[in-house]
């Protein structure tokens, strides 16, 4: 297919590189921009510079996901895997484009290295497209920009592999190692050889380029412990009216209490991340509901969630089944929504599908009514923020800004032993 | 090997040297803007409500300084100090005249109820206790519970001003006894009106009552507690 003087395998390895560095880039700045605790647009595009958008749901599922950085527990946000990626596709630009010029002059080693190099992208933007579809159920542009990369950059090296094909002829011993081979006129054109050190300093080299990007980045992270303890306490943590839920799972080694609105997306994302980090299970939770509905909730003026009471009051209802029942209302969500929407009955109806009669029952009590009641006047006791979610580490509120990307660093510092 | 031989090789490292170095500026970069901003955040962060208790249209000035006097000179606002409110008590601190006093609570039609008495008597029937609890579990964001005792004109003053005071008690009594919530006398304003003070006018019979089937006159309105929550931030 390509000669073995072909430069078009090592040039299409380098537009690959190209590719998966500008992604990676344009990940790594998104990520780096969220440092500031401030929420921010997201380079979201199949597009090579387009700008940011904020209709960047997917990017943003993946930026808050926990496979998008490493060490998260040590700094705020850990250091984007995005960044390894950016180092790497920098070596094998510069490699593919020493190849390219090359041509069949390069040695039959620097191809082979290539070769297996090339492929590396390719597999772990494998492993990242099988995290996507399996645990996030969505497909990032950018990091979808980042596999395209990759598999063309894993083309080009398969490709480079195939011009060794009949260019077997290399220098002559005494070739002084990784210097190209300088062939007399009349000999015949063949890939000069060249010592095993120099794919291993190619390696090495590697591994520097990747890992260097990440070192600055640990180097140059902004210091967020100061600021997680400045959004607040409760005042009056005591449950009183024992009225409050209590979840707590065998492994359970912090309290915490949770404000929760069964219809909100921010409450379920928060709540799959806690999940998916691992750190739900060590939680010993106090679950507070606050529903954004004026129906129960007197301290709106309008509905943010319509049908937020009534699927509060089935979280009540379902007392030991309650994180069930919850994590129901999390998972049909959609749904749910658009039931409320629709009206109470279209609402009740869901929950009776899949909770039965009694609960329904249960939801329409005078008691459950009041026991929402003192659930809403915990908050007013504790003056907290009319909004959800809302994590308190024991007493200590957790800041809305450190519920995302910071998450596991702040759990790390407000209550060391979950991440034990 | 010529110098010619040596270009791809250098061009390589050029290209991977410079991206990297690129990388890295940009990587200190960016985490540099972001410190900026994270000490100096140029955005100002949106206001978030705070969560508290319910303040609807009729808590006007007016109300809520009548409301205020109330509940610090009854004992509501500061621990420890003496409960509830007599007639005396009432007059000078509300410094409002009878009238007025009643046209305040208007707008508690539907929030409140009058729970009545038998002649004389200070316990409270199966029906009274009915619609107490129904208003009590009805708070939503109320901070506040009013039960104002009253007595009808017939008899002898003072008695009908102890009356009324067993009246009132019988309502605080009765949700202690019922409802097992922690500071409650924080959240009752008690006072007792007997006959003395801000008397019913017979338009009140239309109010919500605990005997709406029973004949309604102006002493049988007063022999009576008001019962109602506040919905007013103070």
């Known amino acids: ?420 | 090997m010529s110098a010619s031989r040596m270009v791809p090789a250098i061009v390589g490292v050029l290209v991977a040297a410079g991206l990297l170095t690129t990388v890295t500026l940009g990587v200190r970069s960016a985490l540099a803007s972001a410190e900026r901003r994270l000490k100096d955040p140029n955005a100002a962060k949106p206001k978030v409500a705070v969560a508290d208790h319910a303040e609807e249209k009729y808590c006007t000035p007016r109300f809520k300084q009548v409301l205020e006097r109330v509940l610090h000179s009854c004992g509501l606002l500061e621990a420890n100090s003496r409960r509830g409110c007599k007639p005396a008590d009432v007059k000078s601190f509300a410094s409002i005249n009878d009238d007025d006093f009643n046209e305040l609570f208007l707008p508690l039609k539907h929030r409140g109820a009058v729970l009545k008495f038998e002649t004389g008597k200070h316990e409270l029937d199966e029906s009274a206790k009915k619609l107490l609890a129904e208003r009590w579990d009805a708070r939503r964001g109320a901070r506040y519970f009013f039960v104002v005792g009253r007595a009808s004109s017939v008899g002898d003053t003072a008695k009908n001003r102890a009356l009324s005071h067993r009246r009132a008690n019988s309502v605080q009594f009765f949700i202690k006894e019922n409802r097992k919530e922690p500071d409650l006398e924080k959240k009752i304003g008690l006072l007792w009106l007997g006959e003395e003070f801000a008397q019913l006018p017979k338009e009140f019979c239309e109010w919500p009552n605990s005997s709406p089937s029973e004949k309604c006159n102006q002493d049988s309105i007063n022999r009576s507690a008001f019962v109602s929550w506040v919905d007013c931030r103070l």
């Open chain 1, 1 to 420: 297919m390509f000669g073995a003087n072909s430069r078009i395998p090592f040039g299409l390895g380098a537009i690959g590189s190209a590719l998966g560095l500008w992604f990676g880039w344009a990940s790594t700045s998104d990520y780096a921009a969220h440092l500031d605790r401030q929420l921010h647009d997201l380079h979201c595009s199949y597009v090579p510079g387009a700008a940011a958008t904020s209709e960047a749901e997917a990017c943003r599922a993946a930026l808050y996901s926990p496979y998008s950085a490493l060490l998260k527990d040590q700094y705020w946000g850990g250091v984007p895997i995005s960044l390894f990626a950016v180092g790497a596709f920098a070596f094998i630009l510069g490699f593919a484009l020493y190849l390219a010029f090359a041509g069949g002059r390069a040695p039959k080693k620097a191809v082979v290295f290539f070769g297996l190099v090339g492929l590396t992208p390719l597999l772990v933007s494998g492993v990242m497209f099988f995290i996507s579809l399996t645990k996030l159920g969505t497909f990032c542009k950018t990091c979808v920009g980042i596999y395209v990369g990759s598999f063309v950059l894993a083309l080009g090296a398969l490709l480079g592999f195939m011009t060794l094909r009949g260019s077997g002829a290399t220098g002559p011993t005494g070739t002084i190692p990784g210097t190209p081979y300088d062939p007399p006129a009349d000999a015949p054109r063949g890939r000069p050889a060249m010592s095993l050190l120099f794919p291993l300093a190619w390696l090495a080299a590697l591994g520097i380029w990747t890992a260097t990007p990440a070192y600055i980045y640990t180097t140059a992270i902004p210091n967020h412990r100061a600021h997680l303890d400045k959004c607040g306490k409760l005042n009056k943590p005591k449950d009183e009216k024992n009225s409050l839920l209590k979840v707590a799972a065998s492994r359970a080694v912090q309290p915490v209490t949770f404000f929760e609105d069964p219809l909100c997306p921010t409450c379920k994302a928060f709540h799959d991340r806690l999940v998916g980090e691992g750190i739900f299970p060590k939680l010993d939770v106090t679950l507070v509901m606050f529903p954004l509905d004026s129906e129960c909730n007197w301290m709106l003026d309008h509905s943010m969630h319509p049908g937020a009471c009534t699927v509060a009051k089935a979280v009540l209802c379902g007392d030991t089944r309650a994180l069930s029942v919850l994590e129901w209302s999390f998972e049909n969500q959609e749904e749910l929504t658009a039931a409320g929407k629709a009206g109470k009955s279209s609402l009740v109806a869901a929950i009776e599908r899949r909770w039965g009669a009694d609960m329904v029952a249960c939801i329409d009590k005078k008691e459950t009514e009041v026991r929402l009641n003192n659930h809403l006047h915990y908050a007013t006791d504790n003056a907290i923020p009319v909004s959800t979610p809302q994590m308190f580490i024991g007493t200590q509120r957790v800041c809305e800004e450190d519920t995302d990307i910071g998450l596991v660093y702040t759990i790390a510092q407000l209550a060391p032993q979950v991440m034990k």
